[in-house]
């Protein structure tokens, strides 16, 4: 069993937290917000990172953005890590900050894997996870046993960065999707259909996806989500605006053509703007369905 420094227990945090504490192993963990902290059975709570991380063999963070990434390594992790602690963000952040942070991390003798996940808070919440895994196979071999808590699925995409670089293009893939499954629902209510028919029809057809199966924007449909609990995050407009500009910014720099993944971006910018950042990402069909024709 391993000793574990959690810093960041938001929506998904908690949930891997609490996952990796029931398997046996013995989690600190830190969040600037510590009422999270007294929700999460099994943990340990520091006052601080530095707290949390010292004299564990492992460093997880799920934190919202790069900057807070590498303040929290550079102010905190570095400085007061165990020799030969493993470390692994699984928080979505741009490609570039997690290679320069891994080559900062060698420096220092440690070994650092970009871990972004996909699956959202219940996939956090059953450890059924899916891991994309930036970093040296050796580094990956050690985290292995923690993500198979956390999660149902690690593949290794490549060296440091590479975990970041797939899962931006997962994630345009999925704004994209949940776009056209809410103009779906939209079309389908102007047009006086059934939308449980459009649901029982389009989710064993050829328009399937996780958008629509597992995550449906509209309400009553399908499985309980978001929808049935007024858009309440989930996963939040703000982080998907996020992760859309981390692929557009990658899209400009290396000269792919996504003018559908510059669509989504500027539905979610909007979203932002008009002050639903909180909101689910499915709550993009209130959008679509004010939008006229
Ligand atoms: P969240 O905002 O709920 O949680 C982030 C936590 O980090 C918060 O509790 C915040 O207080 C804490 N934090 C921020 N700065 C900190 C610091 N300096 N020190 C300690 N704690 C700090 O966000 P989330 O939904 O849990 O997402 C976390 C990451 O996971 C993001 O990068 C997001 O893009 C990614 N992600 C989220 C989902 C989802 O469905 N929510 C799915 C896949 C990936």
């Known amino acids: 069993m391993a000793s574990i ?14 996952n990796l504490a029931k398997a046996g192993h013995a989690v600190t963990v830190f969040d600037l917000d510590m009422e999270k902290a007294k929700t999460i059975e099994g943990v340990s709570v520091a006052a601080s990172t530095a707290d949390a991380v010292s004299g564990a ?10 900057k807070a990434v590498a303040a929290v390594y550079r102010g905190e992790v570095f400085p007061n890590a165990a020799d030969g602690a493993l470390f692994i963000d699984c928080s979505t952040i741009d490609v570039e900050t997690a290679r320069v942070l891994a080559e900062e991390a060698a420096a220092k003798g440690h070994a ?34 923690l993500l198979d808590v956390m999660g149902a699925k690690a593949v290794h995409c490549g060296d440091a960065g590479a975990g970041q670089g797939v899962k931006i293009c997962n994630n345009m893939m999925l704004a994209i999707q949940m776009i056209s499954v809410a103009e779906g629902f939209v079309l ?20 399937q996806c996780w958008s ?25 407009a703000a982080l998907m605006h996020k992760d859309l ?25 909007a979203m932002v703007e008009r002050g639903e950042a909180d909101m689910d990402f499915s709550g993009i069909i209130k959008a679509v369905r004010a939008a006229k024709g």
């Open 5 to 18: 420094g959690f810093i960041g227990i938001g929506n998904m945090g908690a949930g891997m937290a609490r």
């Open 57 to 66: 063999q492992m460093v997880i963070t799920m934190l919202p953005a790069g």
């Open 112 to 145: 650092m894997l970009d871990a972004p996940v996909s699956g959202g808070v219940a996939g956090a919440e059953a450890g059924t996870l899916a891991f994309m895994v930036g970093g040296s196979a050796e580094g990956f071999a050690r985290a292995a046993p």
């Open 188 to 207: 389908a209510e102007k047009l006086g259909l059934d939308p449980q028919k459009l649901f029982d029809v389009s989710s064993a057809a050829s328009a």
């Open 212 to 236: 629509l199966t597992t995550y449906c924007p509209m309400p009553e449909v399908g499985p309980q989500t978001s929808a049935d609990n007024g858009y309440k995050p989930g996963f939040a």
């Open 245 to 269: 500009g981390l692929a557009m910014e990658a899209a400009q720099a290396s000269g792919a053509g996504t003018a559908f993944g510059q669509a989504a971006f500027d539905a979610y910018a």
